[in-house]
């Protein structure tokens, strides 16, 4: 923050960020923290592929998805919500789940048929749109972190496509890399 003829001043909040990693649960992050985390499931339902979905996930325009729609809190306050696509063909036994308390990652990982082996993320910034705003607690505008991830099954299916709005304020992300691996 800039003050007239006052200099530069570093404004702290008493909001500290928690750092996910790569493939670490959202639970166990924030636990990590000593915060309390929690999930609401604003939509579970099947629903039809329109073209661009079908497209994105090598599905038939017109196929069953199941669509699931959550916010995520820590410590009561909001800092995600994600958006996720799932093939029915594959995912039809995620529907009687209850994901306020149950893992989606974790239940793929259960599943033979559904076993992440893989997931692409694309990473970038946007403006809070209105719908971030209401859900999030967020200023109309305001930056966040939007990630678009697909995971793939060891059979090259695609078992998620997701969008996750991250705040921008209360997300901080570690990444990790090594030489071998991005061969």
């Excluded at 909001?15 to 309390?36: A, I, M, N, W």
């Excluded at 017109?62 to 995520?72: L, Y």
């Excluded at 594959?90 to 033979?112: G, H, K, W």
């Excluded at 705040?167 to 901080?172: A, E, H, S, T, V």
């Amino acid at each position: 923050e800039r003050r007239k003829s006052k200099g530069t001043y570093v404004i702290r909040t008493s909001k500290s960020p928690v750092v996910f990693r790569s493939f670490e649960p959202f639970y166990q992050s924030v636990k990590l923290y000593g915060k309390t985390p929690r999930t609401e499931v604003i939509d579970l339902s099947v629903t039809i592929a329109n073209s661009k979905l079908a497209e994105s996930m090598g599905l038939s325009v017109g196929e069953q998805i199941i669509t699931m729609f959550r916010r995520r809190f820590i410590n009561e306050e909001p800092v995600v919500t994600i958006q996720n696509y799932l093939p029915f063909s594959l995912c039809e036994f995620i529907l009687d789940r209850d994901f306020s308390a149950v893992s989606l990652y974790e239940t793929f990982m259960q599943n033979p048929l559904t076993r992440i082996e893989k997931t692409t993320t694309i990473v970038s910034s946007e403006k809070a749109t209105a719908e971030d705003a209401k859900l999030l607690n967020v200023e109309l505008n305001s930056p966040m972190l939007v990630f678009n991830t697909i995971s793939y099954t060891s059979q090259k299916k695609i078992v998620d496509f997701a969008y996750s709005h991250y705040r921008g304020d209360l997300n901080k992300f570690q990444i990790e890399s090594s030489p071998e691996n991005s061969r």
